[in-house]
């Protein structure tokens, strides 16, 4: 692949990240922002001494999460189309569709749902802010693991297809990958800091909603890049006013 190809795809990823930050922006707004502010409602009801904000609640939920959401889908989306450039053709025999919508799916078990399942994501007046550091480590820690592991897996699977097949090659590859995980889970350390009388369903809508943000924007990333990829790669005939398909110039 030429560096102009690997140029236009970053571009086209960059864009289809931006119009999956909007969806998920929506998805945000829609789902997660009520959830914040019973939350919010919840801290300050039970603290014995209110804080002046230093910006305000509108302001947070309008352009402060519009800015974060649509910058984090820029960047994921031209980092994810430099690793669609190393992974076409080397994953197996899928079209850029296909390869896209893989990627992204496997970039959203890797990068958010490995270390969310250990970490979940906790709503405001939920965890003890002397404690930040050590939980943002944490959590990253589990990301980079999830990423490593992803890799190891697809490189495990082409290992091993010549000698047990692409199925069974997959199904090994997919349980060595569980298994690595589940003893992260079990030899990391755990954060549990949930006040006693935090609402469990409360809780339980706030991690929900902020799964389905990322399954919105890596999803709707999937579709739309996959889609821009596959006419950038396989563009289709231009066709004469005869209707008759017009050989590509080369």
């Not at 550091?133 to 693991?145: A, E, I, P, S, V």
């Amino acid at each position: 692949m030429n560096s102009a190809t690997v140029r236009n795809l970053l571009v086209r990823g960059m864009l289809a990240g931006l119009a999956a930050g909007v969806l998920a922006l929506i998805a945000a707004y829609f789902l997660g922002e009520p959830s914040v502010d019973k939350a919010i409602g919840f801290e300050d009801a039970h603290a014995h001494e209110h804080e002046m904000e230093v910006v305000s609640r509108s302001l947070q939920s309008t352009a402060g999460l519009a800015t974060g959401v649509l910058v984090y889908g820029v960047a994921f989306g031209g980092i994810a189309a430099l690793a669609f450039c190393f992974a076409l053709g080397r994953v197996g025999r899928f079209g850029p569709r296909a390869t896209a919508l893989l990627l992204s799916g496997t970039a959203l078990l890797a990068v958010y749902v490995v270390p969310f399942l250990k970490y979940p994501a906790n709503p405001p007046s939920v965890g003890d802010p002397d404690t930040i550091g050590k939980r943002t480590t944490l959590y990253f820690l589990m990301m980079l693991l999830g990423v490593l592991l992803a890799v190891a897996t697809t490189l495990l699977g082409k290992r091993l297809a010549p000698g047990l097949g692409n199925w069974w090659a997959t199904v090994v590859a997919v349980a060595a990958f569980a298994v690595v995980t589940g003893l992260a889970y079990r030899f990391l350390p755990a954060v549990n800091e949930v006040p006693r009388d935090f609402p469990a369903t409360l809780l339980w809508r706030f991690r929900l909603s902020a799964l389905a943000i990322q399954t919105v924007l890596w999803g709707g990333f999937g579709l739309a890049f996959g889609e821009l990829a596959e006419r950038l790669l396989n563009p289709a005939p231009a066709k004469a006013a005869t209707g008759r398909a017009v050989p590509a110039a080369h």
